[in-house]
């Protein structure tokens, strides 16, 4: 109905990041493929163990301090079914260690075809007149370029089921202008044009910390704009990509946030994934230096908002 | 490198149209699901192997008269990571046959990412030195929303391996409007926009028909949009969603068409799937019910088009 889950986790774990797992395999440390493609192949198989192997291991060390994780759906359909397959059990294995999974599969369509990818991600989909979870996440990234009829599907589902959406409005990279910042004769931008969509496509849906279950991606890159959105658009809860590798700084990413502390939650995924390879330390290491990096993201992140600050 | 390969289908078969594999476990006979729930269990891998035989007595039917399939990704992922084995499945079944599998995935990401969905449908992901085809389609449709960032990748491996895609311009979808129709400040509207830009970015990759390898998708049920892009985007290969079962009418759809009966590829899903329901045959003839209705929509589109009258 919301995403009180989620809110209520980044208060409990007083940390308003996520941590994208986006397994490429240069990423996997050598000991970890090596094993993989020993007892699997090395072939997608054992790319797909490799991947599994490395996530675990990553969340294992994190799941205390962080709310929750964003699998990139690329990385995965990257390695074939066997890569989707991975995506599913990291999904399953997060849940089960009690965190928050927001799926970025940017994923956008219409009518019946939406509540497919409704039914995949957030829903489940019914055989033989039982409701099964093909993937069973709490949130999914989709793409509003095809209007309402792309999201009703899925706001449906999030009103049923406690679970949210993240609706690209003003994504981090470099071009991201090319549409998104042209100018409408009704004036406001195409990205302000997305952003209003939001709002409405939340209305009914809000809870109780005041967000409602449509959620906006909002890079990090772009502070002015994150200022901008976060007053224009006062129910809707942000993911915010582009901290650390992408150029985002923290100063810039707090302007995401309301005078709470709340309101959004700020992603990083090379960073964290490839800590050690930064660090120079040994690669069997690399989990806990995952952990560092994400112990000072979030310090980082917290200096500059107030009402976090320890 | 173009859309080369696909337009030669085309005038080999004399057919302009695409069959939309987008299967509903509703959509698929009785005997066929009692069949693989036996032996497969109930359950997703049931549904996954219920649809792989549909797919797959559909494909057989139909691969000597129509030039392409595009299974839509969304009805695969449903029946989680089983579905989307039935996905790498069913496409290189049609490769098989010779068909040209366009997969619609309307995948959008920027960078890395984007080159990660790059190889996971139309390239290959690098496992131990050596490349493997994650699906293997020959063309996928993406979402342009983040701009030439989430372009570049595909267009590089377009070019490399002689695939294409398909951006999403002005969708079938009623809402499309939305947005799409948004009046910019510059002039025209944002579908205008997004059309334009492929044209820019199809630029150095033009077969010998004229058409570039990035194509873009154009709903039927807007036939006066259909017009205005074909005159706007000479070099642009349009994938015509909408035709039936979403209302669009073959003379519309005429207007997507130059005057070589050459430039656009329709695409039917459901009228094709579920023709043996819609005639009221007997379910064990649902292949042949198919065949019946994609003769049945060659010959309404053709009739519309002077270049392709027999």
Chains 1, 2 share one sequence.
């Not at 599994?52 to 079914?81: L, T």
């Not at 330390?281 to 952990?291: G, L, P, S, Y």
Request: one cysteine or more.
């Amino acid at each position: 109905m919301s995403f009180d889950r989620l809110i209520k986790k980044i208060i409990e774990t007083g940390n308003p990041t996520v941590v994208g797992l986006d397994p490429k395999l240069d990423y996997v440390p050598n000991f970890i493929k090596e094993k993989a493609f020993e007892e699997k192949g090395a072939e997608l198989k054992g790319a797909a163990s490799a991947i599994y192997r490395f996530n675990k291991a990553i969340i294992d060390e994190i799941c205390d301090i962080v709310p929750a994780i964003k699998p990139q759906s690329a990385y995965y359909e990257m390695y074939g079914w066997q890569g989707v397959k991975t995506l599913y059990k990291t999904i399953q294995y997060a849940k089960s260690k009690g965190m928050f999974v927001i799926v970025d599969g940017k994923r956008n369509d219409i009518g019946a075809t939406m509540e497919a990818y409704t039914n995949a991600y957030l829903g489940g989909a019914e055989v033989n007149g039982v409701r099964l979870e093909g993937f069973g996440a709490d949130a999914l990234t989709v793409n509003g370029y095809l209007g309402t009829d792309g999201i009703a599907p899925l706001t449906k589902v999030c009103s049923e089921d406690d679970k949210g959406i993240f609706v690209l409005v003003k994504t981090s990279n470099k071009s991201s202008g090319e549409l998104q910042d042209r100018l409408l004769a009704e004036g406001g931008t195409v990205y302000n044009a997305m952003g209003d969509m939001c709002e409405k496509w939340g209305e009914g849906t809000i809870g109780e910390y005041g967000y409602s279950a449509v959620g906006a991606v909002v890079g990090a890159t772009y502070p002015e704009q994150l200022a901008e959105m976060r007053a224009k658009l006062p129910h809707t809860f942000f993911l915010v990509p582009g901290y650390g590798a992408q150029g985002g700084g923290a100063e810039g990413v707090s302007k995401a946030f309301d005078e709470r502390g709340l309101g959004a939650i700020v992603n990083s995924s090379r960073a964290v994934m490839c800590a050690y390879q930064k660090e120079g330390c040994d690669e069997k290491d690399f989990a806990k230096a995952a952990r560092r990096e994400v112990i000072r993201m979030r310090d980082d992140i917290a200096s500059f908002i107030p009402a976090l600050k320890k």
